[in-house]
């Protein structure tokens, strides 16, 4: 099979990762394609995973025009290499474009990671809508799927991002100091509330990382939040340093819900600073839902760590999901 | 209440057919005010057709379509008009008509900004696994209030888990169109016309991709459309696809020369409305032509193995033929030698639909007002 795979943000990418890997193990001709916002292009050869042979810069200020730019960007691909399969993930505005420009041209579209949207999230449930083939992490996707009567076209497939993210080696060094972490790269970028979390950060008198790709750093600089000592606003980590820093971390605070699940395999406390998009996690007491707020963020950061551990059991996966996906394909 | 501000959003010849009922029906209720959005090619031909002013269409409030580019080109304009939109006008409630690839970018992009968006002729799925992932199941999806055309419509969007108070049975607006236009389009006597007889002819309507854009499948189309004109005079509407796909195979020549087959330009509303009730068959695959049919109690033949009007089929005045032209011809010469009993219609198509689609606006304004 021809199958093209189009991945938009950090976490789109680790998640299909694994697949890509599994793909490429057996005997189908596999294109990554990969869209990102602009700046994010460079750290894409550093990390440990599928290179993609064909790569778009977004620098569109707003939905609209970004998913128009994949749209425009894709469909000619499409048309030029007919794959059998587009496969995609999550609900990006890559994801979305992609999966248009699939719809245009008449190419079947499968979506990793399929029905894990909240209720809210509209356009992960358009693009379940839109696959023939639907891949979901655990069994509480599939009932989600079944609800909206789609199940016949689900496999559970794990949680590749599972996978990837235990799969990335211990870390070189171990820590003298506890440290922390921040990584914003999605709607707490635009919130005014944005000063509150580095001050929250400097509050908490440990060290802070903050990787920051050239759009995070610009909104930094665009809301004046100064340095300060036990900051470090750092360029972007590849994946597997990533993973290692979160592993080490004594928090990790993020608008990603991604790095908020990877949290949760490397049994590290996340602050969300947005939903999970997955109940189970906030349950857990690892994932811990918070405001934009300088006290809210103090209090959780300083709260103990769960005792029960994550239930890796449950998600890990190290090449089975992906290989699941391989099979069920 | 405060006044309801709604955009109605339409891109092609079906779907301002649609908005025109709808477009009145909220002109004329103080509850609100619509903005007639137009989303397709070439808006200044348009607003100067038959088509617009048979159809009583205000001119658009707002240009969002373009004309020029690749498909994809043409629907990112779209997409960025229909967020300018929903951004800077803020309307209260987004009406999409119609399930195009057009319509799917408006409702994805406005999916999760605050107007209600909502999708009239909702729930239109073809049995089989190709409806689930259809254009118009992917619209459904994104809206946030759902209006079913019919019965089928409306206990599938149940079924895929829409909840009882986002979805609402109102009736094809092509109902209320049709009934609105009716009169003048008897008057018209269209089919007098062109020189063909009341329910002595039948109408043939084809436009689908799959039919139109396949040189085996369009072969199969004329032979059936030649083997119907020996029992009765056929007419057939000539769109600008189809003649070219008749040139460029070199098939026009078939359409042309067969002694009862008679080319008819295609026209306004209400010239269209006149041939289409004077018909004694329609021969078609296309959906509106199947409900519009069905509702002026002229038996329809489907050229295609399924269809998303299941309604039309169940009612009894719709049979898919395909292209087996047996099966076509069989059911022509029944027609042909048999009245035609024009059986009961499905329920609410009774041209209410866009009375019902704006009840149920004021309903979820006031349970958003509650909230």
Redesign the interface.
Known sequence: MKILCVAGSRGERAKLSPVIASLEGGEHEVTCAQASRQGAVPTWDRDAMPVAGLGLEISEATPALRIGAVLRWLEPLLQENRPDLLLICGASDAAVGSALAASLVGVPLAHLDAGIAASSSTRAGVLDQASVFLLAPHQAAVQRLAQRGMEDSALVCGDTLADAALDQGAPPVAPSEPFCMCYLAGPALESPALPAIFKALARTGMGALVPAAQYAASRFEAARIGPADNIRVIDPLDYAAMQQAVAQAHFVMTDSATLQRECYFHATVALALTSADSSELERSGWVRPVAIDEESILAAALAPAPEQPPQLDVHRGAGERAARFVTGL | MSVMRVAVIAAERAGFVRAAPLMAELTARPEFQPQFIFAGEDYVAHASSELFRDLGLPYADMVIGASEG????R???V??G??RLATTREPDAIIIVGSS?VM??C???C??LNPTLTHVDAGLRAPG?TG??S?A??I???CDLLMAASEQAYDGLV???ALEDTAALTGPLVCDAAAHCLDAARSEGAAAGAGLGHKRYALAIVEAPENVEHLANLRKVMDLLAAAQEHLPVALVMYPRLARRLANWELSETATTLPQLRVVEPAGYITYLSLLDSARIVITDIGGVQDEATFLGVPCLTLAESTDRVATVESGGNLLVGLDIALALQAVEALVTNEYAHPPLPRAWDGGASERIADALIRVAARRGEA
Request: one cysteine or more; glycine letters at 16%; hydrophobic letters at 40%.
């Open positions: 690749t498909v994809a080109q629907l990112g304009k997409m960025v229909c967020e690839h799917l970018g409702a994805v992009v999916s999760g696994p689930r992932t254009v199941a992917q459904d999806r994104a079924d895929g888990g």
